[in-house]
C-alpha cells in the first residue's frame, strides 16, 4: 500500500508527546494521537481521534453499529496503519500485532485442530520460557475460567460460552499489556455472558492488564468498565466519556442491580438515544 | 427423511432405554438397507439372466462372470495374468495420483498464500479447469511417447489439478480471525502457516485428494482404452472388441473395486488426520 502523504508526519517526537490530562490516574500503556483512517481514501472512518488507555484499566467502547468500533480496536492491534496520526504502545509506534496487545474477537478464533490446552498454550511457543512455567500457568488459567476437565477436548465439542472461555484464556495467559476484545460475548445466551463477564473480571483482577473491550450492551459495558467512551457516527469522534465507580468486587452480582448502575445505564441509554 | 428423523428423536420419550434401543434399531436398518438392497439386485441379476428374460450377450448371469474371472485368475487374459493386469494398472495410477498430489498440494498452497503467484496462475487454471483432461490424451502421447509416461502423465495432471485447486480454496477459506489471533499471540508467518493455515486447510486438501483418486480410476481406463497391451483399461477394451462380455463385466468389476477400496483407504486416513471436525 501507497503511504498517504499525511503519513510523513509521524516522527519519534510526537511519539513522546504523552500528555496526562490527569495526573492522579495511572500510566498510560496507548496512546491515539489525532489519528484518521479509513479503508480507502475516499471515505474516512476514524477522524482525528485522540484516545488513551491506562495502566490496568478496563476501557469501553459503545456506539451505533457501523461507526468504528471495530476499526478502532484493530487500528491498537496493529492489523491495519492510520492513515495518518501516531497510535503508540509504551514509547513505541504500533506497527504489528505482537504478544503484549492481546486480541480477542467475537468467535472463530480458536485452532480446531488443537485441544484446549494446546488452544491456550499456543502463545508460549513464541516464548522463551522454562516449559515447568508455561505449563504452570495454563493449568492456572484452565482452573479460573473453569474449564478444569476438558483440557484434553477439541473446541467442536464444547458450547459456545466454553470455547470464548478459551478464547479469552488463550490470550490471557501471556500476560498482554492491553487486551483488545471484540464484542466477545455478543455469541452466547444471556445467562452464559453474565458469567463470562463476571469472571472477566476476575481474571483481569489476577493478571492486571488494561483491557479495551467494544460491547453493544450498555448493561455490559457499565458492569465491566472503570471507563466508557461512546463514540459518533460519521466520524465524529468521542461524543461522551463516563467514569464508572461500582463498589468492589466488581464481579459482585449485586453491581447488577444497584442503584448507581442503574443512573449509569440511564445515563448511557440517553446519550446513545440522543446519537440515534 | 433427515427433518423426519429429528422430529421423531425430538418427541418425548418414556425411557432412557427406549431412546438407546431406538437408536440401536435405526443403526441396524441403515446396515441392513445398505446390505439387502445391494444383495437384492444381484439375486436380480442373476434370476432374470438365468431365466432367460435378458439375452446373455447384454447381460451375462452372474455366475457365468464369476466363471470367467476364475478362469482369468487360474490362466490369465491375453498372455498375460490377470495379477499382473491389475497391478499394471494400479501401479500407474497411485504413481500418477501420488506425484499429482505433491505438485498439486505445492503449487495450491503457494497459490492460495501469495496473491500475486494466485494472479499469475489465475488465468492459465481457469482456462484449463473446464478441458476434460482426456482431449489432451493424443498431445500427451505425441509429447511424451505411447508407453507408460503419457498414461501416467494424463493421471497425473487430471489429479494435481483438482488437489491444487481444493488446496487454493481451503488456504484461502481460513477464517482471517484464525491468523490475527495467531499473530497476536506471537507467531511469524512461517509459524501462522504450519499451525494455523495448513491445518485449516486440511479438509479440503483431503477432499480434493478422494475427488482426485477417483478421476484418476476414471483418465486410467480411458488411457489405457486407448493404447497399451495391458492393463484393467486394455482388458476391458479388448474384451469388447471380441464381444466376450463376461470379460468386460469381469474388468469393470475389478475396477470398481479397487477405486472403492482406494477411496476407503483414504478416506480412513482422512478421518484419522482431520479428527477435530466430529460428524
Ligand atoms: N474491511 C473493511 N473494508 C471496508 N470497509 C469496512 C471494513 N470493515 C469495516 N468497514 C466499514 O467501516 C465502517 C466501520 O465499521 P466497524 O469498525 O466494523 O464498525 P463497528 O464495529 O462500530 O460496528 C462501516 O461502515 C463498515 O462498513
Ligand atoms: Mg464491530
Not at chain 1, 490530562?21 to 500510566?27: A, C, M, R
Not at chain 1, 490470550?171 to 453474565?194: C, G, I, K, N, Y
Amino acid at each position: 500500500m501507497k503511504n498517504p502523504p499525511l503519513q510523513q508526519s509521524i516522527d519519534q517526537q510526537s511519539s513522546q508527546a504523552v500528555v496526562l490530562d490527569d495526573p492522579n490516574l495511572s500510566e498510560v500503556v496507548v496512546t491515539l494521537d489525532n489519528v484518521s483512517f479509513g479503508y480507502s481514501y475516499k471515505k474516512l472512518i476514524l477522524k482525528d481521534l485522540n484516545l488513551t488507555i491506562r495502566q490496568g484499566e478496563i476501557l469501553t467502547l459503545l456506539g451505533p453499529s457501523g461507526c468504528g468500533k471495530s476499526t478502532l480496536l484493530n487500528l491498537i492491534a496493529g492489523f491495519y496503519k492510520p492513515l495518518s496520526g501516531l497510535i503508540t504502545h509504551g514509547d513505541e509506534v504500533i506497527k504489528a500485532p505482537a504478544n503484549k496487545r492481546g486480541v480477542v474477537f467475537q468467535g472463530n478464533a480458536l485452532f480446531d485442530w488443537m485441544t484446549v490446552e494446546q488452544n491456550i498454550g499456543f502463545g508460549f511457543r513464541f516464548q522463551k520460557l522454562p516449559k515447568t512455567e508455561s505449563r504452570f500457568r495454563v493449568r492456572q488459567i484452565i482452573d479460573l475460567v473453569g474449564l478444569a476437565g476438558s483440557e484434553k477436548k477439541y473446541p467442536y465439542q464444547l458450547s459456545g460460552g466454553m470455547r470464548q472461555r478459551v478464547a479469552v484464556a488463550r490470550s490471557m495467559v501471556v500476560h498482554p499489556e492491553v487486551l483488545l476484545m471484540d464484542e466477545p460475548f455478543a455469541a452466547v445466551d444471556v445467562q452464559t455472558r453474565e458469567g463470562l463477564q463476571e469472571e472477566l473480571l476476575k481474571l483481569h483482577d489476577q493478571v492486571s492488564g488494561a483491557i479495551l473491550f467494544v460491547t453493544h450492551s450498555i448493561e455490559e459495558a457499565v458492569f465491566l468498565s472503570d471507563r466508557i467512551i461512546v463514540l459518533d457516527r460519521d466520524c465524529r469522534g468521542i461524543f461522551e466519556e463516563i467514569k464508572v465507580h461500582l463498589p468492589s468486587p466488581r464481579w459482585s452480582a449485586m453491581n447488577r442491580i444497584s442503584e448507581e448502575f442503574n443512573q449509569y445505564r440511564t445515563q448511557l441509554y440517553l446519550k446513545l438515544k440522543e446519537l440515534g | 427423511m433427515l427433518l423426519k428423523t429429528a422430529w421423531r428423536s425430538a418427541r418425548p420419550k418414556g425411557r432412557v432405554q427406549d431412546l438407546q434401543s431406538q437408536a440401536l434399531r435405526e443403526k441396524l436398518t441403515i446396515l441392513g438397507v445398505s446390505i439387502l438392497i445391494p444383495l437384492a439386485i444381484l439375486v436380480a441379476w442373476e434370476l432374470t439372466t438365468r431365466l432367460g428374460w435378458v439375452d446373455p450377450l447384454f447381460l451375462p448371469s452372474l455366475s457365468e462372470i464369476v466363471a470367467e474371472f476364475w478362469a482369468m485368475v487360474t490362466k490369465g487374459y491375453a498372455g498375460t495374468s490377470l495379477l499382473s493386469h491389475i497391478f499394471i494398472s494400479l501401479q500407474r495410477v497411485y504413481i500418477a495420483f501420488f506425484v499429482g498430489t505433491v505438485i498439486g498440494l505445492l503449487l495450491g498452497l503457494l497459490m492460495g498464500y501469495y496473491k500475486y503467484i494466485r494472479a499469475a496462475f489465475y488465468l492459465v487454471t481457469e482456462v484449463l479447469r473446464p478441458i476434460p483432461p482426456l482431449a489432451f490424451i493424443t498431445l500427451f502421447i505425441l509429447w511424451f511417447g505411447i508407453g507408460e509416461v503419457s498414461k501416467v502423465m494424463i493421471i497425473l495432471y487430471a489429479g494435481a489439478l483438482i488437489v491444487m485447486l481444493n488446496t487454493m480454496a481451503g488456504v484461502q477459506a481460513c477464517p482471517k480471525e484464525k491468523i490475527l489471533a495467531a499473530y497476536t499471540l506471537g507467531a511469524n508467518d512461517l509459524a501462522v502457516f504450519l499451525y494455523v493455515i495448513l491445518p485449516a486447510a486440511l479438509p479440503s486438501i483431503f477432499t480434493g485428494m478422494r475427488v482426485a483418486l477417483s478421476v484418476d480410476f476414471g483418465i486410467l481406463v480411458a488411457a489405457e482404452l486407448l493404447a497399451g497391451d495391458q492393463g484393467l483399461g486394455y482388458l476391458i477394451h479388448d474384451a469388447s472388441t471380441f464381444f466376450n462380455v463376461e470379460a468386460l463385466f469381469v474388468g469393470i468389476f475389478l475396477i470398481g473395486f479397487f477405486g472403492l477400496l482406494s477411496d476407503v483407504v483414504l478416506r480412513v486416513l482422512s478421518n484419522r488426520v482431520v479428527h477435530w471436525q466430529g460428524h
